[in-house]
């Protein structure tokens, strides 16, 4: 019996001792908490205190992970730095620096040497950054904005249907002399309930835009008889601006598009780059949202 009794009592005053040494251990860690919040915030209140140059270096780093431009010109070179805006080349690096700064938009210069390769480059990489284009000459002060666009290697259903906003009704023009894929791709777009209609060349599209706005155009930069480098810009110009999606020629598009800046003058009205800028830095801008594309 006095044993049974000296074995429980030793049992419990066992379990005493392990409960104790656990609160021990959990005192101790509560101590390292506090110590190490208490620690951070006497970090923050520095920053706050003395405007610390790491503390506005983080901030204007996160302002520059929004929005990139793409051009090969120095002319944002300025107004780049002091909006704290990266100004990337467009090539072969291109995808993954984006992909480092965490960036969500890009406004891409197509008039600049490979800016059209760099857009596909994005979506074969399976970025989904949004791309929005203008026309900007090396040394001007303004700029013709063409809103959103996408570039795709060819007319091909499974190169051009990743890159479509879906939604039935959406009306779509298409422009090119490419009949089989044309008609290929209107067939898929149209069981997807959209309304398509195609042209065969630069007239036809333009008296297609004098019946009805857009809201997709893809448009073959190979159409006949002069590309659609020019077409683009006028579809581009119409109110709201429809989804661009461009097929690359085989000449030189930058050039192409270069050529078109004074027509692009007439049709649409230059913005200046500061107010470009200033304006894809708005909260609204991030605020818009691509629909999911359509497979």
Not at 57 to 70: F, K, M, Q
């Amino acid at each position: 019996m006095d044993f049974r009794i000296r074995e429980r009592g030793r049992a419990e005053l066992d379990a005493v001792w392990g409960a104790l040494a656990s609160a021990q251990s959990m005192l101790l860690a509560a101590e390292e908490e506090t110590l190490r919040m208490r620690g951070e915030l006497e970090r923050l209140r520095r920053g706050a205190d003395h405007g610390s140059v790491a503390a506005r270096s983080c901030l204007l780093e996160g302002a520059a992970r929004r929005l990139a431009i793409i051009d090969t010109s120095d002319g944002w070179e300025t107004l780049a730095r002091t909006r704290a805006v990266p100004l990337l080349e467009p090539d072969a690096g291109l995808p993954g620096r984006l992909a480092a700064l965490a960036v969500t938009d890009v406004l891409v210069n197509l008039a600049s040497r490979g800016a059209l390769d760099a857009v596909a480059e994005l979506r074969a990489t399976g970025s989904k950054v949004r791309v929005r284009g203008c026309l900007a000459p090396p040394d001007g002060p303004d700029v013709v904005a063409l809103g959103r666009i996408e570039a795709v290697r060819g007319l091909e259903p499974d190169d051009v249907l990743p890159v479509v906003d879906r939604g039935r009704g959406r009306r779509v023009l298409m422009a090119g002399d490419d009949g089989d894929r044309l008609i290929a791709l209107r067939t898929r777009l149209a069981r997807a309930g959209m309304s398509v209609s195609i042209a065969w060349d630069a007239k036809q599209a333009e008296g297609l835009l004098a019946m009805l706005v857009p809201q997709l155009a893809i448009i073959d930069l190979a159409l006949p008889p002069r590309g659609g480098h020019g077409l683009a810009v006028r579809v581009a110009a119409q109110e709201p601006a429809p989804l661009l999606i461009l097929t690359r020629s085989s000449r030189d598009d930058a050039g192409a598009f270069a050529d078109t800046f004074g027509d692009a003058l007439r049709v649409r009205p230059g913005t200046p780059r500061a107010v470009l800028l200033d304006q894809l830095l708005r909260p609204a801008a991030d605020a818009e949202v691509s629909q999911p594309s359509l497979r």
